[in-house]
């Protein structure tokens, strides 16, 4: 079984020390939310997992890896794969262009492989914009091919940062919706969030960020109960 693990991960910049004792699992098939305000440090936590920025204490295992020092590249070849929150698409390349070079082999052979058509069905928005170049795009259809880059590398799980961050209402719903669809094409999926509701609409659990220590986790049904726990530590 796929299982993303971290235990007690601290991580600093330079002198700031910025997460204290980060615990986390993530069960393979399950959505995954991590909440919390600005500046809580949900970014820092994706970018440790994915070795963007080194843990300095405390243990990341993925299926029993150890992913501590490692880097990106090696921890994206076990099949990890991430979405930044800055859109990362390469605006000289037309949409199929930044698909086709993003294409790699999944490790699972099992497992259909992502094609470009594959994700022209998952985001029918894109299959008209073909020969369109990236930077050309709205915020909502970068964020779409950004999330269909990240597929066409196979990954088993994902890890996305904001992904309806500054994305318009409709985009957002049309997002859930495929972001269920993945779920139910066996992707394991990790998204740090402020938007609660987009959060329970498609987590199954969620674990809340603070000043850099994780403060509560749940199910999502729980969370969505606990008024006192959203207004301490999500309302703004
Ligand atoms: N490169 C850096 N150097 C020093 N401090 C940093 C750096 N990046 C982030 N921080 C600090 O670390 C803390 C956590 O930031 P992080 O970006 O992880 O939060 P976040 O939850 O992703 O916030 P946001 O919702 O704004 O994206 C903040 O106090 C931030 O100022
Ligand atoms: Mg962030």
């Known amino acids: 079984m796929m299982q993303l693990d971290l235990k007690d991960v601290s991580t600093h910049y330079g002198t700031s020390h910025i997460l204290f004792d980060v615990s986390l699992t993530v069960n393979e098939g399950e959505v995954v939310c991590l909440l919390g305000r600005n500046g809580a440090g949900k970014t820092t936590t994706i970018r ?73 069905e998952l985001f029918p928005i894109l299959a008209p914009l073909n020969g369109n170049l990236g930077g050309y795009l709205s915020g909502g259809e970068q964020q779409m091919l950004t999330i269909g880059r990240t597929l066409m590398g196979n990954p088993s799980l994902v890890l996305l940062d904001e992904p309806v961050e500054g994305v318009a209402p409709l985009v957002v719903e049309e997002l859930a919706r495929q972001f269920k669809l993945l779920k139910t094409m066996g992707l394991t999926i990790l998204f740090a969030e402020q938007n609660l509701q987009f959060a329970t609409d498609i987590s199954d659990r969620a674990y809340i960020i603070e000043k850099g220590r994780i403060r509560y986790h749940g199910t999502i049904e729980e969370l ?9 530590y999500l309302m703004i």
């Open 48 to 120: 440790t997992i994915m070795g963007l920025v080194q843990a300095s204490s405390g243990s990341i295992t993925f299926n029993g890896t150890v992913l501590n020092g490692l880097a990106p590249h090696d921890i994206a070849r076990l099949g990890i794969g991430y979405v930044p929150d800055d859109r990362l698409i390469f605006p000289d390349l037309t949409v199929r262009e930044n698909l086709d070079i993003a294409a790699k082999q999944g490790l699972d052979v099992k497992v259909r492989q992502w094609t470009v058509e594959r994700i022209y």
């Open 224 to 232: 969505e109960r606990n008024r006192e726990v959203q207004e301490k």
